[in-house]
């Protein structure tokens, strides 16, 4: 079973992803939350995950500031690492050695969950 990790500070959209996550991705797949970079930080400590997805614009950390944190903790591998953001995915900058990917909200269906399915297999 893969195990996923949703960060986001707004409940009722942590809980839309989870819910797209575990009735759109092939096989089994757990599911953690986290409502910001600290609490996620926490959660990473204690477990390995398969894939992270996070919100952009959170208070305490943003997704690319986590992101960054974790590359460099070599805790975690940015390549399994996405964004998701209520912005124009193409407004982000990021740190060219991360290898996270940016995606729009509004391309939650058509593209991200197709990606997720990709990094799950």
Do not use: C, W
């Not at 996550?21 to 599911?31: K, N, P, R, T």
């Amino acid at each position: 079973m893969k195990s996923v990790l949703i960060i986001d500070d707004h409940e009722d959209m942590r809980k839309t992803t989870a819910d797209f996550v575990s009735m759109l991705v092939d096989g089994e797949v757990e599911i953690d939350e986290a409502q910001d970079g600290d609490h996620a930080l926490l959660l990473i400590e204690k477990k390995k995950y398969d894939l992270i997805i996070s919100d952009q614009n959170m208070p305490k950390l943003s997704g690319t500031e986590l992101a960054s944190i974790l590359s460099k903790s070599g805790k975690f591998k940015t390549d399994k690492f996405l964004i998701i953001t209520g912005a124009d995915a193409k407004d982000i900058s990021l740190n060219p050695d991360l290898k996270v990917e940016v995606f729009d909200k509004a391309h939650l269906i058509e593209k991200v969950i197709p990606r997720i399915n990709e990094l799950l297999t």
